[in-house]
Every structure is written in structure tokens, then in C-alpha cells.
């Protein structure tokens, strides 16, 4: 029922994990996948051709999972005897790279950027119907790229045309972040101080209408951890948020670094790395079910240490298969703020915590993720409402995004828009002619303010 699972199918039925880099997998995937469906039809022999290319010991570009989300759609169809059609499937990316938009970036033209937005992006733009906007780096933390504003002026100016989507009865506004510092509620608290206008957010419905709004990593990471069944997790978190969002689903019974009680980081796991203070973890530490990576700010060769032990006697119990490990979000880094000077002050991401613990096993651990691109963070948005999704129809959505390797590149996946703003972790320098089409954005504008 979900993407995740039918590529799960068509990997065990081509023999082939997905590779980091394209390797062969067989010598007929063709004749392997055309067994699946009882009839031939076009969406077969598509699906044989991509299967083939990603199979390809010299393919270049593998395919996307909007490729074979298409294509699985129509092999559904013809399993349950309907005609397949052709699926139609916007070209998001293309829309804006024309030849003057890649030479505007290419050349850090800024104005110019302004200019093609005015005669053409604006106007589809509008035609949007929801609004999902990424946080950090796009509503905070932001950097103006020209360097005439100072943060808080330019995120002032963010915010009010922010409040203006939000007054347009037509739209609906999302806001969805990697981040999972905080519980929703606390995102809602963070963006009304900084006066976006959600209403009296004092009055508990209007807080309650805020919140559905807001979709952040340790929301998500909670509902997976509830799906899967996951009961004692083992937590690494420098903040109570990703901790109270486990407790609004039952699951209390973790074993985390962060003393909710204190709210502060428990000293006992701001020590070294030693034999004799894991040995005295490992009491705490037997029957976790899960490692869940978060945004942790205390991360340590300790908490790292305990992880991979954890994950390690988990394997040794089961005979080589580990508990899972779970991080909340895949970014590989992130944006604080800025100096002085306007350069940027860099973050270690979340992704790249969750790497730390994965790539101390040979092969690195598989890790599940969560937050953008991932396929979970994207059913939960496209899921109908009465499903326990959000609903969003892909087509007249458009996210609003600082990281191309999030933001952007889950806006391909699920087919939406995706605006690239240039306020936080990447630069125009990044999405140039050779960009991965997967990381290509639909419009780039200097910040949100020029919306």
C-alpha cells in the first residue's frame, strides 16, 4: 500500500539491495518483473526498461520513485483487469530551468532571479493552493544572500508575507521541518512569537487548529515508532520535544539522554567513552527495542559508544539481525545563523548523527528515516485525511525550501512545486546545470520575502 513497500517487493524480486552505486543484478530482470502482472502491457515494458537501467553496471541517472510510483500505479491496473493509461505525471523540476533561469544562477544574478519570477513564476506560484513551508533557514536562522538586511529584518519581512497566505481563505499553509527539537505545540509557540498570525493561540481550539499545521520530524518519528510497534527505544535528544511527542503516543517507557524532569542533558552521558561507564549503561540498556537519533547537540563518542553497543547485542541476541535504528531526520547538515560578517554558522545534521552511529559497522547499518525526502514523511502528507494523512494533492502544492537535498528533492518525489529560497543551508553556487534533476527546483528566489 505504500511505495516503501512495493520497492521492497521489487528489490527482493530482483535480488538487489538499492544501490549507493548502480550495479548489475541479474542477467533477465525483464523476464522476472514481466511474471508479475498476467497480461503485457505498456506500463511492463516501461517498468522492465527503467528496472534495466538501474540494473545497468553503467546506467547514470537511476530512476526516481515518482518514476516507479507511475509506473507501479499502472501495473496495479493491470492486475486487477483495468485498461492502463498513461499516467499524468507533471514535470515539476523543468518548469522553471530555462536557459535564462540557469544562467541567473549560474551567475548569481539575483535581479534576475526577481525579474523571471515577476513575468511567470509569481503568477503559477499564486495558482498554488497549499503552502508548506520549511522552518529553519527559511522562517528563522536566515541569512539575506545579498547581504543588505540584518536577520531580523528580513525575517520580519518573511513573516508578514507569510501572514498574507494565511489570511487567503484559498490557501491552506503547512509548515513541515526536519527539525525535532520541538513538540508541535512548541514549533506553534516559536512561529506565533515571532508573530505569525495563527490567532489567539492562548484559546486551546485555535492552538489545536495551529498544530495541525505543523508537521515536524519528531511528530513523525513518533507515528512511525507507533506503527512499528516500537516500545522501550533507546533516545539520544538534547531537547524534551522529540520525548513529549513519544509520550502523545504511549510510548513512555524510553530510555533517553535528556532528563525531562531536569530539562537538561543527564551528566551521567556527558562523560567519556570507557569500558567501565558503558558497562554501567548496559543494565538500562538491555531489552531496547530501537535507536532513535534526533537533533542532539550533545552528542557524544559516549552516546554514540551506547548506540552502537546497543545495536551490536541486539544482533548477537537475533543472530545478526539489529534492532532498528531510527533517525528523525536525513539532513547532512544545517544553518544556526550567521556572523557578523553575514558567513553563515553551520550545523552538524541530523542525518549526519545518525551516520556517525550506522557507519561504525561494516557494511554501514540501513537507517530508517523520517523527516524530508522520505517516503514515510511523504504518505503521511498525501494520505486522505480520513486515512490519518493531511490530504494534500500534490498537483496544487508547492514547498518552500532553504536545503536541496529535503526540501527540494522531496517536492520531486511527491510530485509538488518547490520553491528554493536562498536564506539558509544552500546557495545558488549549489543548484547549477549539473544539479541532479531530483534536486532541481521549480522556482528560486533570493527569500520568501520576495514572494
Known amino acids: 500500500r505504500t511505495l516503501s513497500a512495493d520497492l521492497g517487493a521489487l528489490r527482493g524480486l530482483l535480488g538487489a539491495s538499492p544501490p549507493a ?11 522476472r518483473v514481466a511474471a508479475l502482472v498476467p497480461a503485457p502491457g505498456d506500463a511492463i515494458g516501461r517498468l522492465c526498461a527503467t528496472v534495466e537501467a538501474w540494473a545497468s553496471p553503467v546506467a547514470v541517472s537511476p530512476p526516481t520513485p515518482n518514476d516507479f510510483n507511475a509506473m507501479l500505479a499502472e501495473l496495479r491496473k493491470l492486475g486487477a483487469g483495468e485498461p492502463a493509461a498513461a499516467p499524468e505525471v507533471e514535470a515539476v523540476a523543468p518548469e522553471a ?11 548569481d544574478d539575483l535581479p534576475e532571479l526577481r525579474r523571471l519570477w515577476s513575468e511567470g513564476g509569481q503568477k503559477k506560484f499564486d495558482s498554488m493552493s497549499t503552502l508548506i513551508f520549511d522552518c529553519d533557514g527559511v522562517l528563522w536562522s536566515v541569512t539575506d544572500p545579498e547581504g543588505r538586511e540584518e536577520p531580523e529584518a528580513l525575517q520580519h519581512k518573511i513573516v508578514e508575507r507569510v501572514n498574507k497566505a494565511l489570511r487567503d481563505e484559498a490557501k491552506r499553509v503547512l509548515f513541515v521541518t526536519n527539525n525535532s527539537q520541538r513538540t508541535r ?3 506553534v509557540e516559536k512561529l506565533s512569537g515571532m508573530g505569525v498570525s495563527f490567532g489567539d493561540v492562548s484559546d486551546e481550539k485555535v492552538m489545536a487548529r495551529a498544530e495541525a499545521s505543523v508537521v515536524s520530524a ?9 506503527q512499528m510497534g516500537i516500545k522501550r ?5 538534547s531537547t524534551p520535544g522529540l520525548l513529549e511527542e513519544l509520550d502523545l503516543v504511549g510510548i513512555s517507557e524510553y530510555v533517553s539522554t535528556f532528563d525531562k524532569k531536569k530539562n537538561a542533558q543527564k551528566e551521567e552521558y556527558l562523560c567519556p567513552l570507557a569500558a567501565d561507564t558503558v558497562q554501567r549503561f548496559a543494565g538500562d540498556l538491555n531489552g531496547v527495542d530501537a535507536v532513535v537519533v534526533g537533533w542532539d547537540f550533545h552528542l557524544n563518542a559516549l552516546t554514540v559508544g551506547l548506540a552502537v553497543n546497543a545495536l551490536r547485542w541486539s544482533m548477537e541476541e537475533s ?14 547538515g544545517g544553518v544556526l545563523g550567521s556572523l557578523e560578517d553575514g558567513r553563515k554558522i553551520r550545523a552538524v545534521g541530523n542525518g549526519a548523527m545518525g551516520h556517525a552511529i550506522a557507519s561504525c559497522f561494516d557494511p554501514p547499518l540501513e537507517q530508517l528515516f523520517h523527516g524530508k525526502p522520505s517516503p514515510t514523511l511523504r504518505n503521511l502528507l498525501l494520505e486522505s485525511q480520513d486515512a490519518g494523512g493531511f ?7 508547492v514547498m518552500i525550501g532553504d536545503t536541496i537535498e529535503t526540501d527540494v528533492e522531496f517536492a520531486n518525489s511527491a510530485g509538488m512545486h518547490s520553491l528554493f529560497v536562498l536564506t539558509g543551508v544552500n546557495s545558488l553556487a549549489d543548484m547549477s546545470d549539473g544539479t541532479d534533476p531530483r534536486r532541481r527546483s521549480t522556482w528560486v528566489l533570493p527569500s ?4
Open 233 to 237: 527505544p533507546f533516545v539520544l535528544t
Open 185 to 187: 505545540r512548541g514549533f
Open 97 to 107: 530551468e530555462t536557459s535564462e533561469a540557469v544562467s541567473a544562477r549560474n551567475g
Open 448 to 451: 520568501f520575502a520576495d514572494a
Open 319 to 332: 543472530g545478526g539481525q539489529p534492532i532498528p535504528l531510527i533517525t528523525c531526520s536525513s539532513d547532512s
Open 21 to 31: 552505486s548502480v550495479r548489475s543484478v541479474g542477467p533477465s530482470p525483464r523476464a
Open 218 to 226: 519528531g511528530f513523525g518519528t513518533a507515528i512511525l515508532l507507533k
Open 391 to 397: 490530504g494534500v494533492d500534490p498537483a496544487t502544492a
